[in-house]
């Protein structure tokens, strides 16, 4: 049977704990979705809390952290998303993505509405990817794409 949360907390502490089997084990991210046969993004995403997982992935992860079955349920439900709390983030890493929106928010609005009408881009049908590329300046550059299917405002 398929169960939501109405509460993040279990998700919050499931989340830390993996997170700690994660850093004992000396496992990756990667590692961890290749055993859950998914992308590392969305993987990373579920251990943090924030998808649910299906019950061979969930299963697979819980054994490689060395979880139980209980955590092996708790990431199948549908948890309560958004993981970052109200008002501007303080995490540098996490508040640079917000200063990327408030200084290219309304571009990125403006473009797809121009390209493509009144709509939005889903994050539900959505892949993220995260790549590290040499900076022909020197140094290394992160290439994000996000990548979400365009659902036009229907009139009703």
């Known amino acids: 049977m398929i169960h939501a949360q109405f509460d993040s907390t279990a998700r919050q502490a499931l989340a830390a704990k993996a997170v700690d089997a994660k850093r004992r084990k000396d496992l990756s991210w990667q590692q961890i979705s290749d055993a859950a046969g998914l992308s590392v993004a969305f993987v990373t995403a579920a251990v943090l809390g924030q998808h649910a997982l299906p019950k061979a992935s969930a299963e697979a992860v819980s054994e490689l952290l060395g979880l139980d079955a209980a955590d092996a349920t708790v990431l199948q439900t549908i948890p309560t998303r958004g993981s970052v709390p109200g008002g501007i983030p303080t995490d540098p890493t996490i508040y640079r993505f917000y200063e990327m929106l408030q200084v290219y928010g309304t571009t990125l609005k403006a473009l797809v509405h121009e390209q493509f009408g009144d709509g939005i ?36």
């Open 121 to 156: 881009i889903s994050a539900i049908n959505f892949k993220l990817d995260v790549k590290k590329v040499a900076d022909p300046e020197g140094g290394e550059r992160a290439v994000i794409t996000l990548d979400g299917k365009y659902l036009p405002t229907k009139p009703f």
